[in-house]
């Protein structure tokens, strides 16, 4: 299997972290990734907000029920957008951080890194506790949060569930 193939095809979200601390130069590969995502008109209409304090990582992981990941992660990205950098009259830009979101989940497999996307966006209570506690903008979207942390058990990785399935796929026409 082609190498790239291997990290997508490996790609898991983790959520249990061993102690071990993500580089800056990682996070920066991870961020750089990101930004090298595919934007409708080139507008890249991201802005990211990298976490690490303990204290804030545990609030974060309180505005969502779904983050109890979150204090024990090395790091978290939290990917934001700007609507106003869009020329389009739809939200393209909703597209655009999804796959920034995405890109940093595959750059941080490829790295070793283990990760798990929260979604945010479209929900209110959730944009408004991060815009709070990270003093985001009004007019900044907060779009989602990557956990990231190195995986405690390195077999996570490898133990891939094939998820191909042939039944959800249509040739010329439903």
Not at 130 to 141: A, D, F, Q, Y
Request: aromatic share 10%; glycine share 4%; charged share 30%.
């Amino acid at each position: 299997m082609e190498e790239c193939l291997k990290m997508i095809y490996t790609r898991r979200s983790i959520r249990v972290y061993s102690d071990r601390q993500i580089s800056d130069e990682d996070i920066e590969k991870i961020l750089k990734a990101a930004m090298l995502a595919p934007s409708a008109g080139n507008e890249q209409p991201w802005h990211f907000i990298v976490v690490r304090d303990r204290e804030m990582l545990k609030k974060m992981s309180e505005a969502f029920t779904f983050g109890q990941m979150l204090p024990n992660a090395s790091a978290a990205i939290v990917v934001c957008a700007d609507p106003k950098l869009s020329k389009y009259p739809y939200d393209m830009w909703v597209q655009d951080c999804s796959a920034a979101t995405e890109n940093i989940l595959l750059a941080a497999r490829c790295l070793g890194i283990g990760s798990v996307w929260l979604g945010v966006y479209p929900r209110e209570e959730r944009m408004k506790a991060l815009r709070e506690l990270l003093g985001i903008p009004e007019n900044i979207v907060v779009f989602s949060v990557v956990s990231l942390g190195y995986p405690k058990d390195e077999k996570d990785f490898y133990e891939a569930d094939d998820r191909f399935n042939p039944d959800r796929i249509h040739r010329e026409k439903w």
